[in-house]
């Protein structure tokens, strides 16, 4: 009896999805609305490592995030806040549960090269 409990665990482990963000969400962010003190451009950054994300906000504030545990691929979950936030497939945009959205920062293209003759 044991042996097939223990094949049964073994077999629902190997067919179940793991608990990882869909798309790593590492970057710079500017915050564009509902930002903490009024900070409206200011930047923010997220650190991923894996499913644990570091995060610093845009008033400076660090905070540990990972996936929720309801929606592991499109929401992560702040305890010390007590709010959860979804991002969108693209990981462009981010909009916490208190109305706060952080909009990936993209820095712009280099400068073509100009050939000298």
Partial sequence: ????????????????????????????????????????GYPAHI?????DLNLLTEAGEAYRAWPDWFAPATRIWIDALNIGAVYSPDGLLIQF?????WQRDIPAPPPPLRRRR
């Fill in 97 to 101: 549960d208190n109305g706060t959205i």
């Fill in 1 to 40: 009896m044991k042996h097939i409990l223990l094949a049964v665990t073994l077999f629902a482990a190997s067919v179940t999805p793991g608990l990882a963000q869909s798309v790593n969400l590492t970057g710079t962010y500017t915050c564009v609305q509902a930002c903490r003190g009024g900070l409206v």
């Fill in 47 to 51: 650190t991923q490592n894996g499913p």
